[in-house]
């Protein structure tokens, strides 16, 4: 029996230095462990679509029955642009049967100095009612340009009056090869394959680019009504002028009206009077081609932009036109006229 005991106790004693031995092994080991995963950094978080990528504009649609405030004829099938500073989106709509369709929207980037741009330098993109006059290949430019670059008329006659500086204002791509701009000097800037795709769409002279601080809407019968206002305008203008009635003709001006070549209004009235007297008859052929409005201006300035043909006893010239109109005391009346 006795013997028995002494077995059971060194049996016992052995199993209980093994298991301290084992337990000591395995909180060693756990040790190295949690020391070693201390110098390990966790992995960063999955990055979201949002950040990774760019995100497309979503399609933003006029409201029923509504339409962009600037736009109220364009030629029909003709294509034009409206660049939405804040949410720095470029849009593209198409002209059909009256109505303005929505085609395609487009990222892009805009001038850093988030504001109507006044001078030169202050990096601000201008908000008005510009056409894309020419275009510049890649090849001639800074790799910066990218493929190429649309030239717009800024500073234009708006401009011009408010006494607004500064030149050099383009639609233009940026090279895949550097790294996105996150703001432009004033600039509306788009990704190259995004100007490739829009150079099928633009006409040189004709397409507008109109650059607003954030899209307006008016009511579509708004906008068909004016389209008959500005249509009856130019028919009534172009009968004026073909009667060779000097004061009939100059009804359509405003006092303030500034020519295409400086001229004010009396000295206007003098140089008309006299070609007037000396013509036999003149005849004119126009060819609307839009019709917009200013919308910072709150509508009451318009834009029309029209290809005009002239022809006298001893005349004749083709002139592409913008004519800018002001509304007083609800009459539209002529303050400027340029050609591009």
Same mark, same amino acid.
């Given at each position: 029996?006795?013997?028995?005991?002494?077995?059971?106790?060194?049996?016992?004693?052995?199993? *209980? #230095?093994?298991? *301290?031995?084992?337990?000591? %092994?395995?909180?060693?080991?756990?040790? *190295?462990?949690?020391?070693?995963?201390?110098?390990?950094?966790?992995?960063?978080?999955?990055?979201?679509?949002?950040?990774?990528? %760019?995100? @497309?504009?979503?399609?933003?649609? @006029?409201?029923?029955?509504? %339409?962009?405030?600037?736009?109220?004829? #364009?030629?029909?099938?003709?294509?034009?642009?409206?660049?939405?500073?804040?949410?720095?989106?470029?849009? *593209?709509?198409?002209?059909?049967?009256?109505?303005?369709?929505?085609?395609?929207?487009?990222?892009? #980037? %805009?001038?850093?100095?988030?504001?109507?741009?006044?001078? @030169?330098?202050?990096?601000?993109?201008? /908000?008005?009612?510009?056409?894309?006059?020419?275009?510049?290949?890649?090849?001639?430019?800074?790799?910066?340009?990218?493929?190429? @670059?649309?030239?717009?008329?800024?500073?234009?006659?708006?401009?011009?009056? /408010?006494?607004?500086?500064?030149?050099? #204002?383009w639609l233009h791509g940026y090279s895949d090869r550097l790294e996105r701009p996150p703001f432009s000097e004033g600039c509306v800037v788009v990704k190259d394959e995004i100007l490739k795709e829009l150079i099928g769409f633009i006409k040189i002279g004709d397409t507008p680019l109109v650059i607003v601080d954030t899209v307006q809407y008016k009511p579509a019968e708004d906008q068909k009504r004016l389209s008959q206002i500005f249509s009856h305008f130019l028919k009534d203008w172009k009968a004026a002028w073909e009667s060779r009635d000097t004061a009939r003709y100059l009804s359509f001006y405003s006092r303030d009206f500034v020519s295409s070549d400086g001229k004010n209004y009396q000295k206007f009235k003098e140089y008309k009077s006299r070609v007037n007297q000396s013509k036999k008859f003149i005849q004119l052929q126009i060819e609307q081609k839009s019709f917009l409005l200013s919308q910072k201006d709150g509508g009451q300035i318009a834009i029309v932009r029209m290809n005009q043909d002239y022809r006298s006893d001893n005349f004749k010239s083709y002139s592409r036109k913008i004519l800018y109109l002001k509304e007083k005391q609800g009459k539209w009346e002529i303050i400027g006229e340029v050609n591009l």
């Open positions: 029996m006795e013997r028995v005991k002494r077995d059971y106790r060194k049996f016992y004693r052995i199993f *209980l #230095i093994l298991f *301290l031995l084992s337990f000591t %092994v395995n909180l060693f080991m756990l040790t *190295l462990y949690l020391r070693e995963r201390k110098g390990v950094p966790s992995p960063p978080p999955k990055e979201s679509k949002e950040i990774q990528e %760019v995100k @497309a504009p979503q399609e933003t649609k @006029a409201p029923q029955e509504m %339409v962009p405030l600037p736009f109220v004829q #364009i030629k029909n099938k003709d294509s034009f642009l409206l660049c939405d500073k804040q949410n720095k989106t470029l849009y *593209l709509y198409r002209s059909e049967e009256g109505a303005f369709k929505l085609i395609k929207s487009y990222p892009c #980037i %805009v001038g850093s100095n988030n504001v109507d741009k006044r001078e @030169a330098g202050d990096l601000a993109t201008p /908000e008005g009612i510009y056409f894309l006059t020419s275009f510049l290949t890649g090849n001639k430019l800074p790799e910066k340009y990218g493929s190429g @670059a649309f030239s717009l008329n800024y500073p234009n006659f708006l401009d011009q009056k /408010e006494g607004k500086k500064g030149s050099g #204002i």
